[in-house]
């Protein structure tokens, strides 16, 4: 496929996760996250005045963006997203920043917007994410993850991928073995093998996610510690792991616990991200029903990086 539909929904932080899960429901295989935009944003644009919503110089405004091919399915995923959009505003008042907008994109446009706003980043005390198209000398005792996102979900630039790498750093340890749950770009594997983890099995249900992140892989030269399957959420794993990562949104989060038990070891590592702070509570109670406890958060921006452990 090589012609896309974008469709961005300005939110209030509140209701991103609905939003998202709205676009997941319509067939988006990930969403594309941008936190936060300034009030000022929609106000230079002329976009404010659609908006009936009072005017906080702090309010933050979150970009929740799907992508859908552009076939014969395209306008009955567009009035279902716009009716589920419809519903929520019934159920919890305006949320939404003027309207939907929908823009044309081609793989090829995708993957050069990315190079307009994907520049070299450090995350924690010793990882470097790295475009492939930007030049970078690592330092003494820096690992380089170098990535091309392509059409999968993932740069490290986010809250919920920062935190979650800067944590893989204190926890990981040299014979671990990990699972990473809906890998999009593979980045979080990739930052586990750099920080010592002896073997990687990272899924994704999107086959190209998985073609991406094999790319990834192999351009890190750790094909030989990280392997990448498609697969529904822990489908696809055999075995036990020391730690399981998931930076997804919290309601897949919360499907995925029943089977958390089964495949963590007895004195093995869940780190859940991808959940804002209205949530923790939610999928913290979740996690109790399966016997597994809070034992760290870390909170940046609105969100969190929750670390479980069994009880």
């Not at 496929?1 to 997941?24: G, P, R, Y």
Request: net charge negative; proline share 2%; charged share 25%.
């Amino acid at each position: 496929m090589d012609n896309w539909i974008e469709v961005n929904v300005a939110v209030t932080h509140e209701a991103v996760e609905a939003v998202s899960e709205i676009l997941t429901e319509a067939g988006s295989k990930g969403v594309a996250i941008e936190d936060p935009q300034l009030i000022n944003d929609l106000r230079s644009s002329g976009t404010w005045e659609l908006c009936d919503i009072p005017e906080q110089e702090n309010t933050e405004i979150v970009t929740v963006s799907g992508y859908y091919a552009d076939d014969e399915k395209l306008d009955g995923r567009l009035a279902q997203i716009e009716e589920e959009l419809q519903a929520v505003e019934e159920r919890i008042g305006k949320y939404r920043f003027g309207n939907t907008r929908f823009r044309k994109i081609s793989e090829q446009d995708w993957a050069n917007e990315w190079k307009q706003y994907f520049h070299v980043t450090h995350v924690g005390k010793s990882l470097v994410i790295k475009p492939s198209w930007e030049d970078y000398t690592a330092q003494e005792g820096e690992h380089v993850i170098e990535i091309d996102p392509g059409m999968a979900f993932g740069t490290g630039t986010h809250h919920t991928t920062n935190m979650m790498m800067e944590r893989l750093e204190k926890i990981m340890h040299a014979d671990a073995t990990v699972f990473d749950v809906g890998t999009g770009s593979g980045i979080l594997a990739i930052a586990a093998a750099l920080c010592g983890a002896k073997e990687v099995k990272a899924v994704d249900i999107d086959g190209v996610a998985v073609r991406v992140a094999q790319e990834n892989v192999a351009n890190n030269h750790l094909s030989d510690k990280i392997a990448v399957r498609e697969g529904d959420l822990l489908h696809g794993t055999e075995g036990q792991a020391d730690v399981i990562i998931a930076n997804i949104i919290a309601d897949i989060i919360i499907m995925l616990l029943p089977d958390i038990p089964g495949k963590l070891k007895d004195d093995g590592v869940f780190l859940a991200s991808g959940i804002i702070e209205e949530r923790m509570a939610d999928v913290e109670a979740a996690a109790k029903e399966q016997g597994l406890q809070l034992d760290a958060v870390d909170r940046r921006g609105g969100w969190v990086v929750m670390q479980f452990v069994k009880a």
